[in-house]
């Protein structure tokens, strides 16, 4: 086809000369026809390129049900950066060289991608960069004033520093009862204590409790996780009793040596669990359900409780306000009296006080996390192999990153 072209262009050549000569009325027609007939094998050859690639446009989602015509739209969220991680530290005790930590806001989060160990990363809510803590741990968890980390390592509880160029520094080490496989770690407000259950997920159960840089053991008249400090960080909220038996209680301590006193309510025959400490202090939310049963009932709930109330259940737990009752994991934010909480596909967050909805976005897939960040003003949620970073106060969606199935533990603020 090519071929047949290029001898219609020759047949049709003029001489070259015609081109040059001055004052004839037919040289005008000569190189008009001259340029015609070279236009046609180029508007031709370009016929037979391929045709350019087309996109299918972006839908964006519609939120839904939002309270009041001020709460601001939603946005799709645009492409996922690809975070840029410097080198792992071949051991977990060994300082990172050259690795810097700056001022920010960062969401720390463990990546599995040499499961079933795990690498410890930081990633800016800013930029996206990512920044490498720990590598090969079980369980991490960094102080909300990002200066110090627990970790689980083999069967070695760890204490370390995270220095300011990034560093992490051993500070002490508890050596676990064989079997341990997993810890439930709970940093105090202050990042001066911290709770911490270590066991084998049925049985083996070992508390201790971190002070300064000194861990020692708790002796616990039964298995206790799920902590929840008061904003002072004097109190604390656990779910203790029997997991496996789906048999538990919510039970609100003085302090680590005290007693646990139990929430009125939360009988034998009942499922209480994951309690959450209100930033404002004066309110617990907890999960009570009707244990083993297999059917939801009525009563089946997300409640609230008076830490401070000494009289009976009636008295001192109610049902929580608005459709936050019935969700699954409700997550208060450190700032505001606000709620988060998942409802039917939908992110949503609620007055604590009055129950009103003030905004919904559909979270495209059961978003599996959802962690607030300090100022209260942005949350990170995990959904799929993604974490997003959702702006509370212009209701915007971004993506943070995208990993092998990161998990994010805490949203922290490093200033310095």
Known sequence: ???????????????????????????????????????????????????????????????????????????????????TRPPLTPSPTTPLPDL???????????????????????????????????????????????????????LTLHLAEVRGEGQARSLASYELPDGVT???????????????????????????????????????????????????GIRFAASCGEPDEARTHVAVFDSPDAPGRIIPGCTPDLHCTRPRWSPHGNEVVFFRGSGRSGERQPTDGNYSFDPDCKGS???????????????????????????AFLDDNL??????????????????????????????DSLVLKIGRRLYLLDTTLGRLSVLLEGNDPIPQACVIRSE
């Open 347 to 376: 992110l949503k967050l609620q007055d604590a006080h009055t129950g009103e909805v003030l905004l919904a976005y559909p979270t495209l897939n059961y978003a599996e996390t959802i962690v607030w960040c300090p100022h209260g």
């Open 182 to 232: 997993e810890c439930d770690i709970a940093w105090s407000p202050d990042s001066t204590e911290a709770l911490v259950n270590c066991g084998d997920g049925v049985e083996l159960s070992k508390a201790l409790v971190l002070e300064g840089n000194a861990l020692r053991d708790l002796e616990w008249r039964e298995e206790c996780s799920g902590f929840s400090w008061s904003p002072d």
């Open 1 to 83: 086809m090519k071929q047949r072209h290029f001898h219609r262009a020759q047949r049709y050549s003029l001489p070259m000369s015609c081109c040059f000569y001055q004052g004839s009325h037919a040289t005008k027609a000569h190189i008009l026809a001259l340029a015609l007939l070279l236009a046609i094998p180029v508007a031709l050859l370009a016929s037979c390129r391929p045709p350019h690639p087309t996109y299918a446009s972006i839908q964006s989602p519609t939120p839904h049900s939002l309270a009041t015509a001020e709460t601001p739209f939603l946005h799709q969220p645009p492409l996922p950066r690809t975070p």
């Open 100 to 154: 810097a930590l700056p001022p920010g806001q960062y969401v720390a989060y463990l990546d599995p991608t040499d499961w079933p160990l795990y690498s410890f990363l930081a990633a800016d809510t800013g930029s996206g960069q990512v920044f490498t803590i720990l590598r090969d741990v079980t369980r991490a968890e960094i102080s909300p004033n990002s200066q110090r980390v627990l970790y689980l390592s083999g």
């Open 313 to 339: 259940a009636s008295q001192c737990t109610r049902p929580l306000r608005g459709p936050a009752y019935l969700a699954k994991y409700v997550a208060w934010s450190p700032a505001a009296p606000l709620i």
